[in-house]
């Protein structure tokens, strides 16, 4: 079954990185473009990035342009995302999510997420 | 850019049928298809409608989407109320390397 199973996520000082991975089962991963999108603690859901199924797109959120890259190995079927300089405001469960072929406008399946804390 | 609002909260009993609406701020809701996701609590996204009104396979019929351009909102209606369905409920559109969620609607089932 399609599986996404993020990982990398954890407690990081103010002004610190952290690199997340999102491993893909279950389809053809170079047939999707990937999304990353978190939810701050009791708040909704917001969109930080996507990625075009051959890596030569790329999209950010303008609070995460400049800090933030995304990438992906097809070979490993893997997504990442890179977080530079890391602020108090980026504590949240990050989710990896799928948008099949052509169709970027939506998010189809999502994984159970992995929660980064910001805090000195 | 456009923003997209929903009611904070909505409640209805088990049985009935509830109607959550998702108005754009600005541009035509018929120009980019709009998406609706459920999270039940403690629990990840999962999508119940994509492109207006197209259900993944299983989800259940009693889940349909709409879109309306006289007010210039979708809405995602869940007929056959079930305790299951309390959850949040989040809408979400694109534009120009842009994906915008609304903020979000708690469901209450009582």
């Known amino acids: 079954q399609v599986q996404l199973v993020e990982s990398g996520g954890g407690v990081v000082q103010p002004g610190g990185s952290l690199r997340l991975s999102c491993a893909a089962s279950?389809?053809?991963?170079?047939?999707?473009?990937m999304h990353w999108v978190r939810q701050a603690p009791g708040k909704g859901l917001e969109w930080v990035a996507f990625?075009?199924?051959?890596?030569?797109?790329?999209y950010y959120a303008d609070a995460v342009k400049g800090r933030f890259t995304i990438t992906r190995d097809n070979s490993k079927n893997t997504l990442y995302l890179q977080m530079n300089s890391l602020r108090a405001e980026d504590t949240a469960v990050f989710y990896c999510?799928?948008?099949?072929?052509?169709?970027?406008?939506?998010?189809?399946?999502w994984g159970k997420g992995t929660t980064v804390t910001v805090s000195s | 850019n456009f923003m997209l609002t929903q009611p904070h909260s909505v409640s209805e009993s088990p049985g009935k049928t509830i109607t959550i609406s998702c108005t754009r701020s600005?541009?035509?809701?018929?120009?980019?298809?709009v998406q609706w996701y459920q999270q039940r609590p403690g629990s990840s996204p999962s999508t119940v409608m994509y492109?207006?009104?197209?259900?993944p396979s299983g989800v259940p019929d009693r889940f349909s989407g709409s879109i309306d351009s006289s007010s210039n909102s979708a809405s995602l209606t869940i007929s056959g109320l079930k305790t299951e369905d309390e959850a949040d409920y989040y809408c979400q559109s694109y534009y120009s390397g842009t994906w915008v969620f609304g903020g979000g609607t708690k469901l209450t089932v009582l």
């Open positions: 600005s541009g035509s809701v018929a120009s980019n298809y």
């Open positions: 279950g389809f053809t991963f170079t047939g999707y473009g």
């Open positions: 492109e207006d009104n197209q259900r």
């Open positions: 999510a799928n948008s099949p072929g052509a169709r970027l406008y939506y998010m189809d399946v």
């Open positions: 990625i075009r199924y051959d890596g030569n797109k790329k």
